[in-house]
């Protein structure tokens, strides 16, 4: 099975606020498939983007897809980890989707799908 990559409603909206690209998203999990992202634990990853101006979580199960969550500008605070992720109201846990509910998040608009004409 071919990995997906997908984005949700809310990253959507905030990554064209932030002016970033699905370009650049794609070669950004290019990047984290490679290994060169933060692994949270548990399929989330913590991955720079935007020349290093913004940070987003992605959400992964392993062969199959990679989802990004949330992004946000980077600040001087207190490093991101599992224990201190934002609570965006749709955290979800990536190794209990279904096929079937992806393709009905899909259908519903809560997730984009990006990079399906790329190689992963």
Request: contains cysteine.
């Amino acid at each position: 099975m071919t990995e997906r990559t997908f984005k949700t409603a809310w990253f959507a909206k905030a990554a064209r606020k932030a002016r970033i690209s699905d370009a650049d998203l794609c070669k950004a999990i290019e990047q984290v498939a490679l290994g060169q992202a933060d692994d949270l634990g548990g399929g989330v990853f913590k991955k720079r983007l935007n020349d290093n101006r913004h940070r987003s979580i992605i959400l992964a199960k392993t062969g199959r897809f990679w989802v990004y969550e949330y992004v946000f500008a980077k600040r001087t605070g207190p490093t991101l980890t599992t224990r201190n992720l934002p609570n965006s109201g749709s955290w979800l846990r990536p190794t209990e989707l279904t096929d079937r509910q992806i393709e009905r998040l899909v259908s519903a608009g809560d997730f984009l799908e990006i990079c399906h004409d790329q190689k992963q």
